[in-house]
């Protein structure tokens, strides 16, 4: 293996072989785009990503971020070093139109591109996303002039941008911010307001990294008697760069830093805002619209982390597939004595390794599936399905993700646990996904309230039909039928769950909504592995044996015959409409 | 809540109301006990794990073991302050008969006070684990001389106790170790040896803790022309002490230390044994015993482990509780605004609290229960069943312990990802559990090829008719009624899973061990759910309203309705023989 991260030769056949990325290339939107040009793409992510993101993987793991005499937060050069490398490439502007830098490369490719970094060191990758959607969020809701100012800087990788949403009494209660923002005056970039509140989890909050730093704050404005609007309606959202246009400091301090688990070479921040004269900011669009222009990103920021989370996974399959292979221990079960084998010829170890492979690709497929949706603008079905599989995306990678990197310490064994190897980095590294942007609770509220108790349900119907076309398809083929009928009986238990749960009144509907959730992620990753299995299918028809469409088969065999049979058992909770859970009162604890 | 350890009334709970600990006491062989006797060993057990176990829990993650100049291993001293004062209460020599210094404490009770310790510091408490064990071997397999010169002081607690049983080159696969001992005389203390090896993942390897180290060292006798007898049959059993009886050093040098992922407090070694004149060591009893002494005590050490995992697990969930009781974040759904509330009130944290009460306490019930059996000497059915059940204690508890820790995590949100909590750590402990003692994989072939497929399964027929006897009394309660039939419907599914696997040749009947132990991991936690319910359902009749008995209950029916149903789902790729892991070959990964 000539490195860990994700293989080439399976993003091509994501790209090409199943979604068809190619189609779209050489046609409005994408009219500058070919094979060759994203191919390059590819090449140069791969190469930056083995000679800059992974050599300090480590080191970025042992030298956390700290705060210096001053209060600055000094985090390792080579993270600077590498995105910087990442700049000059011309990524952090890759998906902006020609008129901002960029070169409008779809958002799958991007993905797939994003992918390659995550894998290497997901820590490092974080500042350039959150720049890119912090820019992004700039040029679709902000003023041409705050984009000019503000986005432009961070489309060339010049300044890094953060995401100042949570308080350290709100963390996903976003209704109970208290950070508060005050007229000061307007000028060339807008209303100009100070602010005043502390801002917890800032990834990237402070850095020695870029020449400036713009922070995207929510905060309310209160009436005219001091008291803020209760709830979320009176959020608004606001640029507030740490060096201000005139080159003076702005107010904002670092209060302290999060010293985490893992995900460490992320400075993670308490911001305090206005501690002296209020912070200096500029109100971005309309009052009141600051969490709606938040979430109209969500979709992408989320995918972003299923993509990160799903990189890792994989990353930690390739160490453990090679550590399998290298590893002389035991004998197979038939011989008697001989020399040892490698592990990879244990069942045990096989089925470790296949349970990695249907995870670690299922959820990169099942996160490039959604980007590629996020192409399709102006298809109301792809919209109507992104926002259904979105909170799948987000928690299905983060949890298998993280699953899979259990898997790997496991094939490793005792030196799995140790810090020679880098699989128990992998794990510390990915238990965040689960958390940030949307925990799976909140996910799994999202999926069942807004997304499919109200009818009608329309990414429901689209995906139904999707699932019926794939299993049409695969019903043709003798290797691949049972699996279409056993998709086809997970998905009417599924729908039938939702047909009880409609009839309950909330909240007793939503009680169990993450074993549910759960059900319905191992069924979205069941289709979509059987869509991979019909395209390895047909490639082996025509091309004969091929160990590469070989392993897909078998992968979705392995998840049809081990995984979703635990369909069932997530289920039987939820349409018992069980308040096993639900009715435990807290003294019972 | 004045700790965060394992309340003193669910294990007074445990020990009294359900295992009925007591009707042992005051008879052979426990005479000298009594209800007084064992709670002033808990009561002494409570005050030293909060007083001096807990305070040094990060202080020996952060300051992790290393080698001084001199190549010593330098351990914080908190650590050896700790185990000083268990060895002045007496609890390093408490489970060996008056004779040889002990109070001939039932396992039982051993077991209950070592939960209290491992919950407040499973590193710590490591070095007492061990070298209890260590001397127990001695003591049982030895001579007396042996016994005297090298068990007495670790019973005392002045000297601590090590197994070197792994070596680099075979982790699980103990047939190929190298490690060779040649005849060099015989003294007072036995034939005496000259070792020569690499022993690899040595707990204690090395510590700056006790004077001396007893290292208890399998390695094998080359015949005479040198060569070592395959398998494991030709290996031995040797006392090679760190410190010679004459005061010399012995040849044992610590080749390096693993730097692990958690459980930091443990020194973790690669000794090389005989660098220069060879390590002198002694046999322990007749030659080629080596594997059948070591594995005798093999049920003792992997309940240990397990009450490890469930205290750890144990720990986790009483940190998330007390945090959900206390962080005040969003509102009930049926509430229209308001101040928010304790976390503890919305759904899916109870179901998250719910699941690690579930995991925990029953993963302590678990092992109290093997433990209990333990202490039934000369029964046999008891012996079967212990048999049968260690490898589901080991994993049950490994297994659920850490997934306790990471729900524990996911309770505290982003809080639970930073060092500035313990939820972390525990995690991080806990993660080894699953390999060291036997991975899953090794306790699950254990489970199914030695003590399930032969038949009579002798454990089997006494774990059958316990399970049925408790669905029976079950049957009467309405409450429990249809836990009981859920029960006995889940164990039909189990055994008919047996009869499938019989009628199969190996290896295929054992390739998919480890989904087989986890359905059957399953099965048993819901029996002993259930007999818990028993427990507190009857006390609930007698003594009306009690928070206590209702939380029992609770946990119960959440087991039933939450975790139960998953057994089908492992069971599906076992029944069907599926080979889509055991068929893959090396080169469609």
Redesign the interface.
Known sequence: MSHPLIPRRDLDFLLYEWLKADLSYGRPPYEDHSRETVDAVLDLSERLAVDLFLPHYKQADQCEPFQDTSGAVQVPQAIGDALWQYARAGLFSAGFPSELGGMNLPYLVHAASFSLFAAANLATSAYAMLTIANARLIVTYGTQAQAQQFAAPQIEGRWFGTMCL?EP?????LA?IRTRAVVDGDDEFGVRYRLTGNK??ISGGDQSLSENIIHLVLAKVPAEDGTLI??TKGISLFIVPKVLPDGRRNDVTVAGL?????YRGTANCLLNFGETSGAIGWMIGEPGQGLRQMFSMMNEARIGVGIGAAAVGYRGYRHA?AYA?ER???R???SK?GP?V?I???????????SQ?AYAEGALALCLYCAKLVDEHGDEAAADLLSLLTPIAKTWASEYGLAAN?LA??VH??Y?????FDV?QL??DN??N???EG???VQ??DLLARKLLPEPASGMLVLRQRVNATSHMASEFPALAPHAESLMKAWSEIESAIEVLRDVP??RA??????FLQAFGHGVAAWLWLEQALVANRALDKAGAN?FY??KL?AC??F???EL??????L??VV?L?D?????T????
Chains 1, 2 share one sequence.
Not at 510 to 515: E, K, L
């Open positions: 949570s009494q709100a963390g996903s209660s109970d917890m989890w209760e709830g999060n010293h985490k688990m893992g597939l292979q002389l221990q035991g197979k079960p038939e004595g040892p490698p990879i010829e244990h069942a045990d170890v096989k089925r470790m390794l296949l492979k259990d310490i496991q064994g005792g799995g646990y140790t810090r020679d128990e794990y510390r238990r965040l689960p958390i940030h925990t799976t609770g799994a509220m909330r909240p939503t009680d169990n909504a993450v074993p160990a070989a392993g078998q065999r392995f049809f015959d081990f049979p635990r369909v069932p058992g997530w039987a909770a018992a069980s096993a859970a639900s009715s435990a807290p003294d019972i604890f």
